[in-house]
């Protein structure tokens, strides 16, 4: 049975980026440390940083003193405001650079009079950080069939930007969807490049061979859409969390196997399930 891993499966530069940024400080840090939402969607990374005594918190009421890790996904900026008004309070800010551009994006765009429209999930920390940096009016969707369902106005000026994790074929209709739509869209491509990498990547691996892995989390919203992806390519395509979700039926009659992982997924757990499938091969 030959294994093949994608070559962009694991940790992208925003997740690696916040982990070494608590990693390197969590000792000077004011304690007690917590995090607003999961630093990384991902149980294992989460369970490593709750031993090292983070806490999770989902409300910034819970973080009166100490310091609040603001995760990968950025928050809203009218939240930050609050969080640094706390005199006992502060504040480690681990937003990935690539989210801290999409918020000056929709804040100079809202600034020319434009009502934003965000292709993304509306519940995702990452969406509803873009949309506090939009302001007032914006409008998020999830679908083709959502663009279509949004009450937009003929004479208004709109700008259009996605969650960075999101389908880059799906945005691509999208676009061009909206651009036929509305008389003044400014259209951003806001997906990260390594999602659309990771995509491109997961479908010639998914059609290489004859079972596919997807290694991560459940929550993460970039592993879920890699696993749709492969789905679609390879019917014979399981999401596993850890390689405690391998299962030996899965392989019997299959001699090759395609592997990837999610932006949030860490190098110790696809270690873990190459050396399951080796032994398995074995
Ligand atoms: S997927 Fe891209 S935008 Fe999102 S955290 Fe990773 S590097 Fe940053």
Redesign the pocket.
Known sequence: MKVELAKYAGF????RRALKMVENNLDSLKKPVKMYGALVHNEEVVRVLQDKGIEIVNNIDQAQKGTLIIT?HGTSPYIKKELEKRENLDILDTT?P??AHIHNIVSGLRNKGRTILIYGDRHHQEVRGIQGAAGKGTKIFSSLDGLNKLNLLKNEKYGLVAQ??QNQEKFKKIKEVARKKIKDIKVCDTI?N??SWRQQEVRKIANNNDIMLVIGSHSSA?TTRLYQISKKENPETYFIQTYKGIKKSWFFGKYKVGVTAG?STPDWVIQDVIDALTKLNK
């Open positions: 992208c530069f925003g997740v990968a990935c690539r989210i960075t994790t990260c390594t999602t970039n932006a």
